[in-house]
């Protein structure tokens, strides 16, 4: 736990039945959920200095519910379907339970690729989520009788799910996911869920125009948790420029409400974070 002070004030090894691979975790307002999954390095190779992932479809996945300065003895695990996670858009607590959302990969697979294929298209190959497809899911774990339920709550591929920082670790209604070119890791859209009715609303970049992972930024002075703008750098391989785009949080199927021309074109960023201007110090 690192303080308002940016102090390291609590930390505690975590007992685990092998070396683990996970690449996020989730905070509410009292708990941190903690991912051990059925991918992980094999451990024979592990021993002899080498990485070979495998996916173990009989291993459930366990989500282990921490109090925020709890020690090892206080994690309560919690068995789900087999699966992979990269990114999760939030949890909260609700009653007897903390919600966990994010994007379920529960197919791991390497793809396998002809041999004389050059590094990139293997690369390529294994990125590609339509390969391995990942889709918005819901967890429930119940702190009163241990028990998990799921629920898919979308059946396309999207990934890179984010919420308002105003809203992490607390209930909210919006996720905001990155849609995906078929054959290769670049995002070609954004799609909006709504997980208080179920609505979607979607908006893609067009031929050869490319996001990154969006970022919310609430207006000032805002009166609901969509009322500002969902912020994405765009990498036009067309006109060979970069912009940064902007639109409504709210009706991001009407496109942008601003585009910022940049001097050059930049790489395509995977990853993206927001910060505002009171919190730049």
Known sequence: VIDRDNQLVHYVPIELPGSRWPHDLGITQNYSILHDLPLYFDPEQLRQGQHKLVFNREQPARFGILPRRGTNAQVRWFEATPCYVLHITNCFEAGDEVVMDGCIMPNYKTVPVNATANIYDRIRANLDKHNNPTRMHRWRFNLRTGRTTEQSIDDEITEFPVC?????????????????????????????????????????????????????????????????????????????RSEVMVLRADDIAKGPVARIILPERMGIGTHACWVEADRLQ
């Not at 670790?169 to 859209?189: A, C, E, I, M, Q």
């Not at 869920?193 to 990154?212: I, K, M, P, V, W």
């Open 164 to 240: 308002s920082n105003d809203y992490v670790g607390r209930p909210y209604r919006y996720s905001y996911n990155v849609l995906y070119k078929k054959g290769d890791w670049l995002f070609s859209g954004l799609k909006r869920f709504d997980l208080q009715n179920g609505r979607t609303a979607r908006f893609e970049y067009g031929e050869g125009r490319y996001g990154s992972e969006p970022q919310v930024a609430r207006a000032l002075n805002a009166k609901a948790e969509d009322d500002g703008y969902v912020i994405t750098m765009i990498a036009d391989m067309v006109a060979n």
